[in-house]
């Protein structure tokens, strides 16, 4: 069964840093990428940043790059977003997705391209 368990989620001042981890399970990890999604109230679900461990490859929403690193390896089969300089607009319930195959420029950030899902984790950013 796969398993994807988010968590790291909380309460933090604008300007403040948390870590989001995303554990998986039931699959082959490097053959998958990990994607972090958010989604706030009243939006649409949007890609923050996905990464392919088997090809070294990591792609970031223009609105988190140079605040936001995806990373994994620390721990086995987990992903970790490490969020800089956290903003009120940073305020969402954060998912993490699993995809079979590696990632590319035009399609990391679509939602519809992946399979399973995490039960998410809420991320808010007080002003």
């Known amino acids: 069964e796969v398993q994807l368990v988010e968590s790291g989620g909380g309460l933090v001042q604008a300007g403040g840093s948390l870590r989001l981890s995303c554990a998986a399970s039931?699959?082959?990890?490097?053959?998958?990428?990990i994607g972090w999604f958010r989604q706030a109230p009243g939006k649409e679900r949007e890609g923050v940043s996905c990464?392919?461990?088997?090809?070294?490859?990591?792609y970031y929403a223009d609105s988190v790059k140079g605040r936001f690193t995806i990373s994994s390896g620390a721990a086995k089969n987990t992903v970790y977003l490490q969020m800089n300089s956290l903003q009120p607009e940073d305020t969402a319930v954060y998912y993490c997705a699993a995809r079979r195959g590696a990632p590319n420029g035009n399609t990391w950030y679509r939602s519809g391209m992946y399979d399973y899902w995490g039960q998410g984790t809420q991320v808010t950013v007080s002003s």
């Open positions: 039931g699959f082959t990890f490097d053959d998958y990428t």
């Open positions: 990464i392919s461990s088997s090809v070294g490859r990591t």
